[in-house]
């Protein structure tokens, strides 16, 4: 992003991006308010809002922009946010412990490549900062394995085909339902009502088909799929 907006800035072209810098920040927030259309057709669907809403991020962009919109929807009533990060690029979990944003270093590559992501966006910082309840990191192994579980459901339930940093909200949600303590910090029990979407397909059929070992092509268009009470257990 910093090279793409250097070389804008050299030939007088136009910065498109949802995350946000000083002195750049009014279209990453248009682009966040677009994100919003995802999050209001899936509250349309639903007989009652959630009580739990678990977001991927990588910047922030769209983490941010759900948790604003919740927010403003619902006011003191709303649904607990969680942000679920890569455990190898967490930015927006090392600044929510600093209380501030923090450009972490480069490590290890994570396999949820779209959200390898080292400085949180600013204008998605000050949203997070105010409206997420919670921070947490997956591993690479939980994402392979939401990958796995969604394109081979159990039941009736249809298969999803979500790439590597597609199903990282839903992986958050089953690690928090596997841990008593997570479980009680965030009022998570038989009566919640969880959300969390499945935005992104695989955008590396190969690397699909190598984690999952089944052709995306061959599998149903990815989309969101609103957690019906009591998924989490």
């Not at 990282?168 to 998570?188: C, I, K, S, Y």
């Amino acid at each position: 992003m910093a090279e793409a907006s250097r070389v804008c800035a050299e030939t007088g072209w136009i910065t498109v991006s949802d995350t946000s810098w000083p002195g750049y920040e009014r279209i990453p927030g248009l682009v966040m308010q677009g994100y919003t259309a995802l999050i209001r057709e899936a509250l349309r669907s639903m007989p009652a809002p959630p009580t739990h809403v678990f977001l991927q991020a990588g910047v922030g962009g769209f983490a941010a922009a759900v948790a604003g919109h919740l927010a403003v929807l619902f006011g003191e009533e709303r649904p607990a946010v969680v942000v679920v990060e890569p455990a190898r690029a967490a930015c927006l979990f090392d600044s929510a412990k600093a209380g501030r944003p923090l450009r972490i270093d480069h490590g290890e590559p994570t396999v949820m490549a779209m959200l390898e992501c080292y400085e949180p966006s600013l204008v998605a910082w000050r949203i997070l900062s105010r409206a997420a309840d919670a921070f947490m990191t997956v591993d690479e192994e939980d994402a392979v394995g939401i990958m796995n579980r969604l394109a081979r459901p159990n039941g009736n339930d249809p298969a999803i085909v979500a790439g590597e940093s597609g199903g990282v909200g839903l992986a958050g949600l089953l690690a928090v339902a596997r841990d008593a303590g997570a479980r009680e910090t965030l009022g998570l029990d038989h009566r919640s009502a969880c959300w969390r979407s499945t935005p992104r397909g695989p955008t590396d059929p190969g690397r699909y088909r190598q984690l999952v070992g089944l052709d995306p092509a061959d599998g149903p268009l990815p989309h969101t799929l609103p957690a019906s009470e009591g998924d989490h257990r």
